[in-house]
């Protein structure tokens, strides 16, 4: 599987924009990008995904780089709820299961 | 989307004994996983609940200690046998209708003393 390179924590204040990036240099043709998050005792939550073209839904966008390499995940208003663990995972078009690594925690400040 | 719950919600549980979660999602869905999550780490799969058939398990994840069965599209049970200390964890089902989004259970906690 292709692997994914987040940073373990990142911090915000809320109502800000937080960019979350992701690196995949080893990103193969049939890999689709995608984004869950894990909020505090809770199972994990689809975001977004996306293969090429940025994408945009009322969660976040997303912004992929032109060769493929890296994403980032944008929230526009980050508000306290958003504080999780973001997972930035790599994933053939389906019947798959999804591949977790660390993830970033995000910490959102008042 | 689906809505995925799961029991028990958390238990402890002996040194020896077998658990048996449940996992029930509202509507058909195609493929079921297992994961599980120690704490503080990520989550790692067991394996994929085939319906009809046996599951598939992941490297380091075995039948006999986590049986799984999936008599239909909406159900799938993880029996988590002979239990140890070590096997504390959260247990997480997740289910994926349509082709990109997968749905998690709220999980079941687990501690073996």
């Known amino acids: 599987d292709a692997k994914t390179t987040q940073p373990n924590s990142m911090e915000s204040n809320e109502e800000e924009p937080v960019h979350l990036p992701c690196n995949h240099s080893?990103?193969?043709?049939?890999?689709?990008i995608h984004w869950y998050r894990q909020l505090p005792s809770q199972g994990p939550e689809y975001v977004i995904h996306?293969?090429?073209s940025n994408v945009n839904n009322r969660m976040a966008s997303l912004a992929i780089a032109e060769d493929r390499k890296s994403s980032t995940l944008i929230l526009h208003r980050a508000t306290l709820r958003d504080a999780a663990v973001y997972y930035c995972i790599l994933r053939g078009i389906s019947g798959y299961a999804l591949n977790f690594g660390k993830g970033t925690s995000l910490l959102v400040t008042p | 989307s689906a809505v995925i719950s799961q029991k028990p919600s958390r238990d402890i549980c002996q040194r020896g004994t077998s658990l048996t979660i449940q996992c029930q999602v509202d509507s058909q869905v195609t493929m079921m996983f297992w994961y599980r999550q120690q704490p503080g780490q990520s989550l790692t799969l067991i394996a994929t609940a085939n319906q009809g058939s046996e599951a598939t398990y992941e490297s380091g994840f075995v039948i006999d200690k986590f049986p799984i069965s999936r008599p239909n599209l909406t159900f799938s049970t993880l029996t988590v046998s002979n239990m140890s200390p070590e096997d504390s964890s959260i247990y997480l089902c997740?289910?994926?209708?349509?082709?990109?989004?997968?749905?998690f259970g709220p999980g079941t906690r687990l501690t073996v003393l």
């Open positions: 080893t990103i193969s043709g049939t890999d689709y």
């Open positions: 996306g293969l090429t």
């Open positions: 997740s289910a994926e209708k349509g082709i990109f989004e997968q749905f």
